[in-house]
């Protein structure tokens, strides 16, 4: 019998203080090699900025949780390689 899993892959930054999804090396790197992530819950953080590439390299992303967070600028292009993505 052949064997077959669904791999649902999901990282929960929930409650991490993160103040930026900015331009910095330092906040892309949070993503890298992620490009198989499909869930990415950053909820109850204190978000204020989401830059143009900060959400770069998660190709596979389906869900992106941004729920009570301070959000008051998102670059225009900010989720344009997101195109697997179905739930803001």
Same mark, same amino acid.
């Given at each position: 019998?052949?064997?077959?899993?669904?791999?649902?892959?999901? $990282?929960?930054?929930?409650?991490?203080?993160?103040?930026?999804?900015?331009?910095?090396?330092?906040? $892309?790197?949070?993503?890298?090699?992620?490009?198989?992530?499909?869930?990415?819950?950053?909820?109850?953080?204190?978000?204020?900025?989401?830059?143009?590439?900060?959400?770069?390299?998660?190709?596979?992303?389906?869900?992106?949780?941004?729920?009570?967070?301070?959000?008051?600028?998102?670059?225009? $292009?900010?989720?344009?390689?997101?195109?697997?993505? $179905?739930?803001?």
């Amino acid at each position: 019998m052949a064997h077959s899993s669904l791999l649902y892959l999901c $990282r929960d930054l929930s409650y991490n203080k993160i103040i930026s999804l900015g331009e910095q090396e330092v906040h $892309r790197q949070y993503f890298l090699k992620q490009d198989k992530l499909i869930d990415l819950v950053l909820n109850h953080n204190e978000i204020q900025v989401i830059g143009e590439k900060s959400l770069e390299g998660l190709a596979s992303l389906q869900v992106l949780d941004l729920e009570n967070n301070h959000i008051h600028s998102i670059h225009e $292009r900010a989720f344009k390689s997101l195109t697997e993505l $179905r739930d803001l």
